[in-house]
Structure formats: structure tokens, C-alpha cells
């Protein structure tokens, strides 16, 4: 018996389940004599505690899993909300609605209106509850639904009851149908929203809290379901319309000099990592040696790069290529899509017959940017030809620069001009220009009551040329900025960035309106390689040189010559999509030879041995007769940002990452443990 004792002590301690307590009952009832158990009083003190601890435990949980089993068995319904909307259904016929729960209005103690709102968010009806039937016979659904919390998930069977429908319009953001209201019957609760959260309809819930912000925020839902339909609409343009084969790529890839820095995924297998594709570029290069003549894809890249308002680590594009395609073609094929997306989604059907197409020298020399908003005008002039030199001096430290110029028209009012420029000079933003090593803007007013109008520093000849080169007027803002004289590389100039600030600036201080519409365009003819930038990667050769998109970009067949004798003058066969400052996508003509892409890669770039073995595949691919082929990508969250108007693809995204690349929801990316450093053969330098 002391033995007996001293293991149910043991057993009954603090370190030991209910469970082995429960054995070693069952283990000692076995044999036939039942078992000697000590005195309860005897030995509370040593047991009762924990023991009870325990059994609270375990009937907390038999709760849990009792209320979540009721959860599961709720009945399927009749009908969705939104279906009540139509005026067929007849009167006290029963229901049952899925949805949540809106705020109650109690009218008295035994009496209030609830509305129960869609499964989607969009529509709401009006339950009513009433403690007691008309008989007088106590209902319980009125108590079980009083004690429920708004936004939890129910099940309502009810009547139908007509009701006189509402003079005042509905200003909400919901659907409200107002001739039918609900009399509960019975209600299930699904998942009881706790009491501990605020939620209301016009709060701003922070990043790590989206999944209340989305079901908070309409236009969150609203954008993504336009998302949806525009993919549906790319789909259905793409592959039932044009014959494009939707066709999924690896997202285990390897790690290649393609321009931007990878995210690697190690694995088990010491030294051996895969990476996260870039884009689909390789892929679909090699589809296209695969026979398949038109591929297309709603494609997941990543890239590790440095993050703005419209790039993400992680974002979508819409990738195609075509087999004995040509730019041309794809540029059709696109700006076909273009239309369809703005007639469908946006009911407009006015966009231009076909998009005009500017080449990247042209665009930098008139907007000073590689995707120019071209609404907003103000394009720039070289005028260095007509100015003194003193005046050039006095601009630009810079030797036979090149100087140009841009005019804004403020106000008729010259004074009124100068207070907007004295705003603008004082602000942040001007900062940035003031500053630039090649000379700050040159500003002038243009003021008739001034000598040569307020040019005199142009001297009369030049300013008078320019007043018609430009058409000035009284209180126009002009603009003169030097640069050096070379070809245009990057994607803008210091001038380009000050015709956007001013245009900026000048639409907040209500100078000029906001522009309106879409203006598309493509930009063509881009320099093959540009110098390289230290801070990127390029393609890791030692020429100086990186592709100015990727190294598989097809040369100007003009230029092709020029490969073996002055590559920084080859343009590529590229093309950009641009609307209103904002770059859509990009593509091009590929190198469908092997010979011709070891040429660029290991002559022209001087990549290395290690560097091209990395591209052996592709080669091989080439190798094999792969026709000629061009294809383009489009930055799918971006296109939707821009047909809603928002100034950021966070909002386009369901759970975007930060400006860190972080994802405070899920708290993406995590750290690493010893063990997993373990398992991949990881350790920190």
C-alpha cells in the first residue's frame, strides 16, 4: 500500500498528465482485487492542486472542441443575401443566410433590429429579434443572438417578412435591401469575434493587422476583385483569342548574371543552392526551341533590389513570347490587350487607333526621361547653340556643356510666378537640384514690364530667338539646365526630374489642373549595353559595359555590324510600354543564335569562363534551331495601380511587403535558427 502511495504522489505531481494518472487507475484495477487507494483526506493537500489544475484544463478544451464541432454542423443556405434583392420571394417563407453580424439597435430590452451583412461585405438585410413569439412563447435564438459580438460569422434561419421599403436613398457602402427584412428563428455562431478588437468601418488598421484592413477597406476588396478580372480578361484575350498557351515555369531555378541580384533558396545538399527567378526570361526563350509557338503566363519574380512605391521583392508580370515573331508583332498583340483591359474594365473605348512610338534619345531629349508622362507638356529644347557664354558660365562649371530648356506657364501674373517659385526654392524637394555638380536650374520669369522681358541675361539676339522657339508669355517659368555632352544614358536627366517636380508642385499649389486621361506610347531603339554601375550587378564582366535591360536582347538588325567595331553605338531591338510616366513593361527581339549570344556575353562583355558556364544551357537550347522569337513582360500589379489611379502597388497586393521587404503579418522573413542553419549548411560571417 505505501508503494502504491508513493506512485500515485508521483503521478500526481505537478510534472505528470491526468492521462498517466488515469493509467496507473486502470493498470492497478487489473487482477481481480481492486486496488487499495489512500485516504482522500489524507493526502489532499498533496494532490488536489495540480489535479485540479488539470481537469480545468481538460474541460476548457472539451469546450473549445465542443463549441468548434457545433461550428462545423451549421446549415447550408437557401439563398445569398444579395438574392434577396430581387422582389420574387414570397412573404414568410424561411431561409437560411450565411454572413456576419452588423452592429445591434436595440429598441427595448426584448426587442432589436440587427443587420446581417453578405458573405462578400457588399450587401446587408435586417434581422429582427423578439425575446418572445406572438404566442408568448419564449424564444431562445433572441438570447443567443443578443450575446453574440458584431462581425462574428452566423448562420440565421428566419422568416420572410415584407417590410415598407425606405424613402432615403441608401448612401452606404453596402447594398441594402430595405423591402424584406429576416424574423430569427435560430441563429449558429461560427467563430465569435472577440471582444478585445476594435472594428469599425473607417478604421485604419496598421501592416501587421491587413487581414482586418482588407475587410475593413472596400476599395482594398474592390481593387482585388478588379484584379481578378483583369487577369480573367488577359487570359481569355491571350489564350482563347490569340492562341497564346498558358504555361507554367520553374520558380526553383539557378543563380545567372542577368542584371538584378537574386534571392537564393539553399538546400540540404551542402554548396548547392537554387534561386528565385528573376522572370521567366530563360524559360521562355527555351519554350520557344520547344516548339511552342505563342506562351504566355501570369508569372511570379523576384528580385532582391532597393524598393520604391511600385516595386515589390516579390511581384507578378505578364510574360509572353512568340516563336518567328518580331517586335512589331508583339507590340500589336499588347496594345490589343491594352484596349480591351481599358474598354472592359474601365469602360473606354477611346484610346488611340495605335500607340506613337518614340525613340529613347528622342524621349530624353524632349521629356528628359525614358518614360515621359507626356500630358503634362513641357518639353525641352537645346538652346546652348544661341546663349552667351558668360550666361552659360554663370549656370554650369562644365566645358562646352550641353543647355536646355523648359517653360511653365504659372500664371499671366509674373508676381504671382515668383512666389510660386520662391515656394518651390525654399521646399525639400529643390534640394536635390540646387545641388547638382553640374550646375544648379537657371530660372527666369518672363515679365514684359522688364527689359527683353526679364531675359537680359540672354542678350537681345537669343532672347529673342528663344521667345519663338518656345512662344513665351507674360508669367511663363523658364527653365535653363546644363549637362554634359554625350549620349543620353539611365533613365533620366536632372532637367527630366525638374520638369516632373515642377509639373508636381505646380498641380498641389493648384497652378495648373491634374492630368487627365491615359497617354500611351512606346519607347524603341534603347543603347544595347550602358556603363556599368557599381552598385548594381550587371552581368558581372570586366568591359565596363552591362545589357542595358539583359544580355539577351537582339541587336538593332541596323547595328549589327557595329557589334565588332563600336558596341556603345548598337541599339537594341527593345521596346518599352510607357503611360503617364509610369513604365508598363518592357521586351524585345531575343538572340535566337548561340554564336551570337557567347559573342556578346564572353567578347563584348568580357564575362568569364566561370560566369558563361552559367548560361550553358541556354546556349545548348540556341543551339538546337531555335527560331527567331520576341516576347515582352508587363508588370501586372503596376498596370493595375495605374488603371485605378493608385499611387502605390501596395494597394493592388493583398499582403504586400514594406519598404523593409518585410511582412508584418506573418512577421516574413524570419530568422534562422541553429537548427535549420544546421540542416543547409548556413553560418553567419
Known amino acids: 500500500m505505501h508503494r502504491s502511495i508513493r506512485v500515485l504522489r508521483s503521478c500526481a505531481s505537478p510534472s505528470q498528465s491526468y492521462l498517466e494518472i488515469s493509467k496507473f487507475v486502470r493498470s492497478n484495477s487489473k487482477g481481480g482485487s481492486s486496488p487499495q487507494y489512500p485516504q482522500p483526506k489524507k493526502y489532499y493537500f498533496h494532490t488536489s492542486i495540480a489535479t485540479r489544475q488539470q481537469q480545468l484544463s481538460i474541460n476548457h478544451g472539451n469546450a473549445i472542441l465542443d463549441s468548434y464541432k457545433r461550428s462545423l454542423q451549421f446549415p447550408a443556405p437557401t439563398h445569398e443575401i444579395k438574392d434577396l434583392a430581387e422582389v420574387t420571394h414570397h412573404h414568410n417563407e424561411e431561409v437560411i443566410l450565411h454572413g456576419f453580424l452588423g452592429s445591434r439597435s436595440d429598441l427595448s430590452k426584448n426587442f432589436f433590429f440587427i443587420p446581417l ?13 423578439s425575446a418572445k413569439s406572438s404566442d408568448g412563447i419564449p424564444k431562445p435564438a433572441h438570447v443567443k443572438l443578443k450575446a453574440l459580438e458584431a462581425h462574428s460569422p452566423v448562420a440565421v434561419r428566419g422568416l420572410l417578412k415584407s417590410r415598407k421599403p425606405s424613402a432615403r436613398q441608401n448612401q452606404g457602402l453596402r447594398g441594402k435591401i430595405d423591402h424584406v427584412e429576416i424574423d430569427l428563428s435560430d441563429v449558429h455562431c ?12 473607417d478604421t485604419h488598421f496598421p501592416p501587421n493587422l ?3 484592413q482588407i475587410r475593413s477597406d472596400k476599395s482594398l476588396r474592390d481593387a482585388l476583385a478588379f484584379r481578378a478580372q483583369a487577369a480573367d480578361i488577359c487570359r481569355d484575350e491571350l489564350g482563347n483569342r490569340n492562341g497564346f498557351l498558358e504555361i507554367e ?12 541580384r537574386e534571392f537564393l533558396v539553399p538546400t540540404r545538399r551542402k554548396g548547392l543552392a537554387y534561386a528565385l527567378p528573376q522572370s521567366p526570361q530563360q524559360y ?9 509557338p505563342k506562351y504566355y503566363q501570369l508569372a511570379k519574380c523576384f528580385r532582391d533590389e532597393d524598393l ?12 509572353l513570347e512568340m516563336s518567328f515573331g518580331s517586335g512589331a508583332e508583339v507590340m500589336a498583340t499588347v496594345e490589343a490587350l491594352i484596349k480591351r483591359l481599358w474598354a472592359a474594365c474601365l469602360q473606354m473605348d477611346n484610346l488611340s487607333t495605335s500607340f506613337p512610338q518614340v525613340t529613347y534619345q528622342d524621349a530624353m531629349s524632349k521629356y528628359g526621361s525614358d518614360k515621359p508622362d507626356i500630358r503634362i507638356g513641357m518639353e525641352i529644347a537645346d538652346v546652348g547653340y544661341l546663349l552667351p557664354v558668360d550666361l552659360v558660365s554663370k549656370i554650369s562649371p562644365l566645358t562646352d556643356p550641353v543647355v536646355e530648356i523648359l517653360k511653365l506657364h504659372i500664371s499671366d501674373d509674373a508676381e504671382e510666378t515668383r512666389r510660386f517659385v520662391r515656394t518651390f526654392m525654399d521646399s525639400p524637394e529643390s534640394t536635390l537640384f540646387n545641388e547638382n555638380v553640374e550646375g544648379g536650374p537657371g530660372i527666369f520669369i518672363v515679365d514684359s514690364r522688364k527689359p527683353l522681358q526679364g531675359l537680359q541675361p540672354f542678350g537681345f539676339e537669343a532672347a529673342e530667338r528663344i521667345e519663338e522657339l518656345i512662344e513665351l508669355e507674360d508669367g511663363d517659368l523658364v527653365v535653363l539646365q546644363a549637362r554634359k555632352r554625350a549620349p543620353h544614358t539611365g533613365g533620366s536627366t536632372p532637367l527630366g526630374n525638374l520638369r516632373l517636380a515642377l509639373s508636381n508642385a505646380a498641380v498641389k499649389g493648384g497652378y495648373m489642373p491634374k492630368p487627365e486621361g491615359f497617354a500611351f506610347l512606346w519607347i524603341t531603339d534603347f543603347p544595347l549595353f550602358s556603363p556599368t554601375i557599381e552598385s548594381e550587378p550587371g552581368q558581372g564582366g570586366t568591359a565596363g559595359l552591362s545589357s542595358t535591360h539583359h544580355p539577351f536582347t537582339s541587336p538593332n538588325p541596323e547595328d549589327v555590324d557595329l557589334l565588332s567595331i563600336d558596341p556603345t553605338k548598337v541599339r537594341g531591338d527593345h521596346y518599352d510600354l510607357v503611360v503617364n510616366g509610369v513604365e508598363l513593361g518592357g521586351g524585345s527581339r531575343r538572340i535566337h543564335d548561340a554564336r551570337v549570344q557567347e559573342f556578346i556575353m564572353k567578347d563584348i562583355l568580357l564575362m568569364s569562363e566561370e560566369r558563361m558556364k552559367e548560361f550553358s544551357h541556354l546556349f545548348e537550347v540556341l543551339r538546337a534551331g531555335c527560331p527567331p522569337h520576341a516576347g515582352i513582360a508587363l508588370g501586372f500589379d503596376r498596370l493595375i495601380a495605374v488603371m485605378l489611379g493608385k499611387e502605390s502597388v501596395r494597394d493592388v497586393i493583398a499582403f504586400p511587403k514594406s519598404g523593409k521587404g518585410e511582412d508584418p503579418l506573418v512577421n516574413s522573413p524570419g530568422p534562422l535558427t541553429d537548427a535549420l542553419m544546421k540542416t543547409y549548411h548556413l553560418s553567419i560571417a
Open 117 to 129: 451583412i453578405s458573405k462578400a461585405l457588399d450587401y446587408t438585410v435586417q434581422i429582427v429579434s
Open 249 to 260: 515555369t520553374p520558380i526553383l531555378f539557378k543563380s545567372t548574371p542577368e542584371g538584378a
Open 284 to 292: 521562355k526563350q527555351i519554350l520557344m526551341a520547344c516548339g511552342i
Open 210 to 212: 491587413r487581414h482586418l
Open 308 to 319: 520604391r512605391a511600385d516595386r515589390q521583392p516579390e511581384f507578378t508580370q505578364l510574360d
Open 190 to 201: 461560427l467563430n465569435e469575434f472577440p471582444k478585445d478588437i476594435i472594428f469599425k468601418e
